[in-house]
């Protein structure tokens, strides 16, 4: 918790505020017992009318001054915590944004959601209930017990007693419970895991009929959280029982020691009364200390995960100087070795191809061949493991990544379009862009029919994953997207899979024709769309099995074969 602190630096005001206010309610709250014992030894034996209204009128005024006392705390209480929260949010959303796709893969999206939402919400809590109660709760209950001092030593060591006795209750539970909500959290990640599946992948749970299947996993993990929760919240539980076990033999010891007194004269029935009330006191800010002390728990246990997904990424990385280029649109692999954090084996292995400005480079292979792994090393999304790669004559190293992918245009292998209209997608690739950069790249993305289809055109809206267009649309939107930066270095990750033959070739051929010629990686299953490359890389199983052009692999490469002829029949049109 200590270390996102930092984020309430603006709200220092605030912090400091609500608590004074709160103490300020205290103390008034600390004069009430002291007020009724007089009414009863003063005013009622006397039947002294003006002093009871005197007491009485003291007593309103105590009051009115304590809620304003009240409403001052939590308004400032309030403000910390939102700000604070607030401030987290952006925080974490800026680390999210500079992580590498090795700490997104190994911390995973379900986590990253729950750390944004429950565990932000749950720490914006904890700092709220904490700024109110933490020094309050605490104040009453010593005040009380001084008090109580004041009024009668051995009444007071009732107090002196039970209050050791209810730290004993109080923080053994807490010690028990704080790592019980760490793994219930945890849990909830995974809940939070199959829920995300199931809403992002329900097409294909409904067309396998795997509805009943999912629900029983999901009821297993659901199960275990369930557990998990009943078990920490039992434990939880015995809290108010103990305190109040404990805190009412103490209420009967007082009344008995005081009644005692009271018949040998040394205590007035007022003082009693006064005693009771400050035990009563006790009694009601110890349960709230432990009301306390549980949700800073689960808050202790959020922060600590916060903090760590905030430090995941190790030291922040020092981008080099500019360096300057003597080439435009080369890329050089010279033996590069990939292996994904936690993988047994490499996902490519010694893989060395050149490629100049203007080429067109085909990549082909097998389900899980390493193609997108080869075409996410250049962009720097992964770091090659070993070996070299050189981007416009440089190692890649010694770019600043802004700078580097400021050159590339990249089409994902999944068409991903946010909510909003179409211009505001294509703005992605460049904010600047004119009309005529938007008509260009549609007409080079053979997508300038899917605007002129619409009744708005560019004005026109898109759905969340752009759901209320087909997959052939989405991918020409996002090859058109790239294409907007006019990038040096133009990668297309298997992006036209949803095109027809006579689309995409239409789009190969308008590549071909981009004044500034970019260089192109292009990552298709079929070999229709890369039998004109200027070469073919075919990867098998993470190796470069061989390069070169079309005829050249279909003379001599049995891989490249097989999923040529796999497509055309011997003797076909595509042969």
Known sequence: MKRLLCYLRDYRKEAICAPVFKILEASFELCVPLVVAAMIDNGIPNADRPYLWKMCLIMVLLGVVGLTSTLFAQFFAAKAATGFSAKLRHAMMAHIQKLSYTDLDRIGTSTLITRMTSDVNQVQ??????????????????????????????????????????????????????????KVQSQLDTVTDLTRENLTGFRVIRAFRKEADEIKRFCVQNEILMKMQNRVGSISALMNPLTYVILNGAVIALLYIGALRVDSGILSQGQVVALYNYLSQILVELIKLASLIITLTKTAACANRIADM??????????????????????????????????????????????????????????????????????????????????????????????????????????????????????????????????????????ADVVASK????????????????????????????????????????????????????????LRSIPDQPTVFLVSQ??????????????????????GTHDELLARCPIYQEIHYSQFPKGGAGN
């Open 310 to 447: 905030l430090e995941t990424g190790g030291c922040t990385e020092t981008e080099p100087d500019m360096p300057e280029l003597s080439e435009k649109g080369t890329v050089v692999f010279e033996n590069v070795s990939l292996t994904y954090e936690g993988a047994g084996d490499a996902s490519l292995t010694g893989i060395s191809f050149s490629a100049k400005q203007g080429d067109v480079i085909g990549i082909i292979g097998g389900t899980g061949a390493g193609k997108s792994s080869l075409v996410n090393l250049i962009p720097r999304f992964y770091e090659p493991t070993s070996g070299t790669i050189r981007i416009n004559g440089i190692d890649s190293r010694q770019f600043p990544k802004t700078e580097l992918r400021a050159r590339i245009g990249v089409v994902p292998q999944r068409a991903v379009l946010f909510k909003g209209t179409i211009r505001e997608n294509l703005r992605w690739g460049n904010e600047h862009a004119t009309d005529a950069d938007f008509s260009e790249a549609l007409r080079i993305a053979q997508a």
């Open 526 to 547: 079929r070999t229709a769309s890369i039998r004109f490359a200027d070469q073919i890389l075919v990867l098998d199983d993470g190796e470069l099995a061989d390069i």
């Open 125 to 182: 809590n904890g700092v709220n209930l904490a700024l109110r109660l933490l020094l309050r709760s605490p104040f009453i209950v010593f005040g009380a017990m001084i008090m109580a001092f004041t009024v009668d030593v051995k009444c007071a060591l009732v107090f002196a007693a039970a209050i050791p006795l209810l730290s004993i209750v109080v923080f053994g539970i807490m010690l028990l419970t704080i790592p019980l909500y760490r």
């Open 455 to 510: 009744p708005l055109g560019l004005e026109e809206p898109i759905s969340e994953n752009g759901s209320n267009l087909s997959g052939g649309q989405r991918q020409r939107l996002t090859i058109a997207r790239a294409l907007i930066r006019k990038p040096e270095i133009l990668i297309l990750d298997d992006s036209a899979s949803a095109l027809d033959y006579a689309t995409d070739a239409a789009l190969r051929k308008a």
